[in-house]
């Protein structure tokens, strides 16, 4: 069985409009040691679905069905009790502005042993010594003196290192990044990307990277999923989904990059914009920027605007795609009469 | 430049005798400090029995010197607080420099007041990061559009207004029809294009543009890029384009200068620059760009952090986390200096060959 399940997530927000499906049927795994990306733009639900995971979704949100498997416990239906015993302890988080995460008015090293203390039974020495081993390996200059320093001391860069030294203090078996490193100039981001990943490698250590960026997946993930309006539209092996895409919408993400089109030449855009989550086209949601929604005969393919798509395999990807799906369906027919 | 592309220029611009040869904007020495010490009596501390005034001032920019020619986009580059958008405020006149000038189309204009800079600022536009902010909330898109063509053309009637509105709109893709809607009514990239057609409706020749699509997802990031270079080609605009994202700048840039800690350490065409980057600081920089490809390169890790603008580094503001720094660079200030390629480096390293 797989570290961390998760299956047919559905996680709404009641507002007084109504309610909003911020994510419907995400299903996805993460092995032991795994790095995970989750791809998407703004208000796709990819921060959504990473929050839910730990419950961490505040009203008016909720978790609406689906289950959340890690371990054998469900932590969907777990109390607040059983859920803080995990939290920061088995799975720990990274959010996207340190400044944000890091409580301004106690010192780098109160922190750092609070949240030791929180979970083990220890002296307030013994939590410091560990505090400092976890600023060795993320590679602060003068770890000691950092100790008693507070957040504002700290560059952008130097906080996310303390940000990851925290996320790895207990040693969890997953750690979730939502946007690590969207905050940082490209050269710290480089940087502080290498060390998540060597010590994610060294720790056997489970990662969800979620960001917006397909170079940062690319570099850091194994598997990835890419998420349109709340659902997952492709996954599979990172390197297979940027070297052939399946889904248009992962077609026109990795093709709109400047560094795939000639310098001076139009970019490959893909029209409109993402669709509210209040209010979302029928069918398979991208179908109103879709470019292959006609058949090669010209005709509009129903079933796009009709009926949401469920997921087809295409090689060692699943794309949930009416297109991909005849594609599949010809190539099958295709080999059967041969 | 041909006499068909020279005789195109002069067409689109109606001023006399227009000097294709000579720069459109010259920055030449530039600097801008701003004060952390608040005002005069702020400033004044007791130290040994006596007052003194004491002041210490952010170094934002040092000595910049850039050229932009006609019909080019020249990319400003760096990392945050490495002074690009200051860079491009001083230049619009929204900041004045401390020292040094800037010269448009041949006449100085840092100095001017805003009476004199208005014909200037006719013809020199901008398009700023956040779309969310660069638009007056309690106006409607009409009314955004309109107030650029009354204060440059008093002289227009409502409909000359009118019709042009219409046809900025519609050259960004925005539906005329929407002219009643507030700008929170549209997405961030439809916001952009309101953004950019409030610049293009003052027909400009030069755009200054501070991060324009750094806020929108990446779909739509292509979809704004495209509409710049679009513009581009049917007005013949030259850009200031001012971005972190050195993929966007392979793209879009004729001429990219990289800046670092408020000083300029490598021009070059962007071909030249991406195919060989020449300064360590321009190397480190494109070599942390996270890439598609499967066989990435190391990238060049680099000692350390940015120091702070407050208290310069001696000599080459980069040498603390260079990798090639010596006692000279520890001293000595480096110049740009020409390559044989036109390719303009200031690096001590460079210049002695040892790199």
Not at chain 1, 193 to 208: K, T
Request: one cysteine or more; proline letters at 5%; glycine letters at 8%.
């Amino acid at each position: 069985m797989a570290l961390l399940e998760v299956s047919q997530l559905d996680v709404r927000f009641a507002l007084r409009q109504g309610e909003v499906k911020a994510i419907r049927d995400v299903s996805f795994t993460l092995e032991r040691g795994e790095r995970l990306g989750i791809v998407g733009e703004s208000g796709a639900g990819k921060s959504v679905a990473a929050f839910s995971l730990l419950n961490l979704i505040a009203k008016p949100g909720f978790i609406a069905g689906g289950s959340i498997t890690f371990e054998g416990q469900t932590l969907n239906t777990m109390s607040e009790r059983g859920l803080r015993k995990i939290r920061g302890n088995r799975i720990s988080m990274i959010f996207q502005d340190p400044m944000m995460t890091l409580n301004p008015v106690l010192s780098i090293g109160e922190q750092m042993v609070e949240c030791l203390k929180a979970h083990r039974r220890i002296s307030s020495k013994e939590a410091r010594a560990i505090a400092l081993d976890k600023l060795r390996q993320v590679q602060i200059p003068s770890p000691e003196k950092r100790l008693d320093q507070y957040p504002h001391e700290l560059s952008g860069g130097m906080r996310q290192r303390i940000i990851i030294a925290i996320a790895l203090l207990l040693d969890p078996d997953i750690i979730i990044a939502d946007e690590p490193t969207t905050a940082l100039d490209v050269t710290i981001q480089a940087e502080i990307m290498a060390l998540l990943l060597d010590l994610c490698e060294q720790h056997n250590v489970g990662l969800i990277l979620i960001t917006h960026d397909l170079g940062v997946v690319s570099q850091v993930t194994q598997r990835m999923l890419v998420m349109y309006a709340g659902r997952v539209i492709e996954q599979g092996p990172t390197r297979e989904i940027i070297n052939d895409p399946q889904h248009p919408y992962t077609q026109g993400l990795i093709n709109a990059l400047p560094q795939m089109a000639t310098p001076g030449e139009k970019l490959n855009q893909i029209r409109g914009s993402m669709p509210s989550l209040s209010n979302l086209p029928s069918g398979c949601a991208f179908h109103p920027r879709c470019d292959f929604i006609k058949r090669a005969d010209g005709q509009t393919r129903p079933v796009c605007i009709e009926q949401v798509p469920g997921f087809v395999q295409a090689g060692n990807c699943q794309a949930a795609c009416h297109m991909v799906a005849e594609l599949m369906e010809d190539r099958r027919l295709k080999e059967e009469s041969q | 430049m041909s006499t068909q592309a020279s005789a195109m220029a002069a067409n689109h611009i109606p001023a006399e005798n227009v000097d294709t040869a000579q720069p459109l904007l010259q920055i030449r020495d530039l600097k801008k400090r701003f004060s952390l010490s608040g005002d005069f009596l702020d400033q004044l501390r007791f130290k040994g029995g006596k007052l003194i005034r004491h002041q210490e001032h952010v170094h934002a920019i040092n000595g910049v010197n850039l050229e932009i020619n006609r019909g080019e986009a020249l990319c400003v580059v760096g990392e945050s607080g490495c002074g690009k958008s200051t860079v491009a405020r001083t230049v619009m006149g929204l900041l004045s420099p401390s020292e040094g000038e800037i010269h448009y189309d041949g006449q100085r204009i840092d100095h001017l007041s805003s009476r004199q800079l208005l014909p200037y600022r006719k013809r020199m536009q901008m398009i700023f990061q956040n779309p969310y902010a660069s638009l007056n909330p309690r106006m409607t898109i009409q009314q955004t559009l309109e107030e650029p063509l009354r204060l440059h053309h008093p002289k227009w009637n409502r409909q000359q207004i009118a019709d042009k509105v219409e046809e900025v709109m519609d050259s960004v893709g925005i539906n005329p029809d929407w002219g009643k809607r507030f700008g929170h009514e549209f997405s961030g990239g439809q916001r952009q294009r309101i953004a950019i057609a409030r610049a293009l409706a003052v027909d400009p020749e030069f755009i200054v543009a501070d991060e324009p699509i750094s806020a929108l997802d990446v779909s739509i990031q292509a979809q704004v890029l495209n509409l710049l270079m679009e513009a581009q080609h049917a007005r013949n605009l030259t850009y200031l384009f001012i971005t972190h994202d050195l993929a966007v700048v392979e793209h879009f840039g004729t001429r990219v200068a990289v800046m670092y800690l408020g000083t300029v350490c490598e021009v070059a065409t962007t071909a030249t620059l991406f195919a060989k980057p020449r300064h360590p600081y321009t190397q480190a920089l494109l070599s942390s760009i996270p890439r598609l490809e499967d066989d990435r390169p190391q990238h060049i890790r680099l000692k350390g952090e940015v120091p702070t603008p407050v208290n310069l580094p001696s000599g080459c503001v980069f040498h603390g986390r260079c990798p090639y720094a010596n006692a000279r660079c520890i001293q000595e200030i480096p110049q740009l200096q020409m390559q044989d390629d036109g390719t303009r480096v200031a690096c001590h390293a460079v210049e002695e060959g040892r790199l």
